[in-house]
């Protein structure tokens, strides 16, 4: 069955830099989309960006542009979410999705999802 597994997430201070990634598992992974969204305590689940099939195509939440990069690696079968500059509210439970997707920003398109990696940003 699908299978994504992210890690890399950590307590970082402001200003500082984490990589998370993604691994996936159970599919065809180079032949779907992949986003990060992410969820802060007692806030909803946010659309952070996402990447096409090919790599050719991202999309970015306007509260993490020219911060965060998003890549994939597709004979890996990985995608990475490099953060630079990270500021408190960027502290958030990360998670990473696919399916088959329409619209990169679009939540809904996403059917499967991993469990999430926490990251913490102090200031």
């Known amino acids: 069955q699908v299978q994504l597994v992210e890690s890399g997430g950590g307590l970082v201070q402001a200003g500082g830099s984490l990589r998370l990634s993604c691994a996936g598992s159970?599919?065809?992974?180079?032949?779907?989309?992949m986003g990060w969204f992410r969820q802060a305590p007692g806030k909803e689940r946010e659309f952070v960006a996402a990447?096409?099939?090919?790599?050719?195509?991202?999309a970015y939440a306007n509260s993490v542009k020219g911060r965060f990069t998003i890549s994939r690696d597709n004979p890996k079968n990985t995608v990475y979410l490099q953060m630079n500059s990270l500021k408190p509210e960027d502290t958030a439970v990360y998670y990473c999705?696919?399916?088959?997707?329409?619209?990169?920003?679009?939540?809904?398109?996403?059917?499967?999802w991993g469990q999430g990696t926490q990251v913490t940003v102090s200031s």
């Open positions: 990447v096409s099939w090919s790599g050719g195509s991202t």
């Open positions: 999705a696919t399916g088959r997707v329409y619209d990169l920003e679009r939540m809904s398109d996403y059917t499967y």
């Open positions: 159970g599919w065809t992974f180079s032949m779907y989309a």
